[in-house]
């Protein structure tokens, strides 16, 4: 069982940055498959970014060029680095770990967008 401690989120005007971050508990992060995913009210959970346990990553193309998906596998901390926010980003942001049948999801963090 791997369980999560996120934090980072909050509320940001448009234009802004926040950044993500999630600490995971035990000794095998380093193998997992990390990433981000995000739900806003009333719609499904939609794939933010994802990165490999060796460090390439992938993002959905809404998010492409303006957030960073990065990890410090000596912490076992994933982060999600958020520039250049839209009212559209404003979610409920969940870290996921993945590793063949195994999955495992954070309690989620709010992120809002707005004026």
């Known amino acids: 069982q791997v369980q999560f401690v996120e934090s980072g989120g909050g509320l940001v005007q448009p234009g802004g940055s926040l950044r993500l971050s999630c600490a995971a508990s035990?000794?095998?992060?380093?193998?997992?498959?990390m990433g981000w995913y995000r739900q806003a009210p009333g719609k499904q959970r939609d794939l933010v970014a994802t990165?490999?346990?060796?460090?390439?990553?992938k993002y959905a193309d809404s998010v492409k060029g303006r957030f960073t998906i990065s990890r410090d596998n000596a912490k076992n901390t994933v982060y999600l680095q958020m520039n250049s926010l839209k009212p559209e980003d404003t979610a409920v942001y969940y870290c996921n770990a993945r590793l063949t049948i195994l999955d495992y999801w954070g309690q989620g963090t709010q992120v809002t967008v707005s004026s």
């Open positions: 990165i490999t346990s060796s460090g390439t990553p």
């Open positions: 035990g000794s095998n992060f380093r193998f997992y498959v």
